[in-house]
């Protein structure tokens, strides 16, 4: 099993619609999470940080639950801009610094 | 957050010979990490670069490989050794924005094709 799972997509989708990403992530030790944003052959972004209680930010809304292990991220009127691959990230603090990246879900938003 | 400058952005390699990529940050940080990301694929840690210590490498990868030198706390190396083909790959170095979970920022990448 994969240490965090996304689905790859494509998901396409018109523009000012609603779409949601969710995230697995297999180790419960998992201290901090992230959205990350790569546009086509440009280095990652981050989006926003991911916390317990849940975090929006304009149009993105954050939401973990540590219970089931998951991330999702929910982005409402989509823009043409928001085209991209949106990576979901976590991080093992306590032993290691060190980022798992998921392979990344693509985003599609069409006129 | 901190600004990386990170060269070369891509190059196109023998087989057999070796390319150093570098990363300037424009502030200090203690660690400094190299990525790979092999061509629609996610990213893949290397190593993690603490200045004035050995390079802690992940599993499959390896220093006579990839040695890395980190000679200040602002600045990286990361060299390809020996290259083959399996090493065409994005190539990116990453820092903490801040302590505490706030995210990493990423240099723009080193695009390298080995022929």
């Known amino acids: 099993r994969k240490e965090v799972e996304q689905d790859p997509g494509p998901f396409n989708v018109p523009e000012g619609a609603t779409v949601a990403f969710n995230c697995t992530y297999s180790?419960?030790?998992?201290?901090?999470f992230f959205w990350y944003r790569q546009d086509c052959r440009k280095e990652p972004k981050l989006l926003m940080s991911v916390y317990s209680s849940g975090n929006e930010d304009g149009r993105f809304t954050a939401q973990l639950n540590r219970a089931s292990q998951y991330i999702s991220l929910l982005i409402r009127d989509s823009k043409l801009s928001d085209s991209a691959t949106y990576l979901c990230?976590?991080?093992?603090?306590?032993?290691?610094?060190?980022?798992?990246f998921g392979t990344g879900t693509r985003l599609q938003v069409f006129p | 957050s901190a600004v990386i400058s990170q060269k070369p952005s891509r190059d196109i390699c023998q087989r057999g010979t070796s390319l150093t990529i570098q990363c300037q940050v424009d502030s200090q940080v203690t660690m400094m990490f190299w990525y790979r990301q092999q061509p629609g694929q996610s990213l893949t840690l290397i190593a993690t670069?603490?200045?004035?210590?050995?390079?802690?490498?992940e599993s499959g990868f390896v220093i006579d490989k990839f040695p890395i030198s980190r000679p200040n706390l602002t600045f990286s190396t990361l060299t390809v050794s020996n290259m083959s083909p399996e090493d065409s790959s994005i190539y990116l170095c990453?820092?903490?924005?801040?302590?505490?979970?706030?995210?990493?920022?990423f240099g723009s990448g080193t695009r390298l094709t080995v022929v």
């Open positions: 670069a603490n200045q004035g210590s050995e390079a802690t490498y």
């Open positions: 180790n419960s030790a998992s201290q901090s």
């Open positions: 990453s820092v903490e924005v801040s302590r505490g979970g706030y995210g990493y920022t």
């Open positions: 990230v976590v991080n093992m603090i306590i032993n290691t610094d060190k980022l798992i």
